[in-house]
């Protein structure tokens, strides 16, 4: 089905689509609310760091990273929960294949962050 919807309508039904995503893997994914809060707090900590811009653009792009692939790990979940409710591999290998993919990036930020803090706190363990 073709949507003939152009300009700013278009805009703001996709921002209100936008929006019912995050609704909605709020209210339905416990990871996805763990890490929104988890990465809130970050953004707060980058925020106060004195840092220069492209480190703390760097640290706050990490964590947003992680929120969006778990977006779309919930989302790749939910169409594999859709199709059924019995075991098929290829339901679990598509689900496996999400999780991996959170743990990557989860992974990534943390490096990331330890990489571009580590002058600091090597600091501040030294003294």
Known sequence: MANNITGIKRIVNA?????????????????????????LIAIAIACSLEVDAITRVLLIGSVMLVIIVEILNSAIESVVDRIGSEFHALSGRAKDMGSAAVLLTILLAVFIWVMLLWPHLRNVFQN
């Open 15 to 39: 921002a209100g689509y936008s929006w019912k995503g995050i609704k909605a893997a709020w209210q339905h994914e416990a990871a996805f609310r763990q890490e929104a809060v988890a990465g």
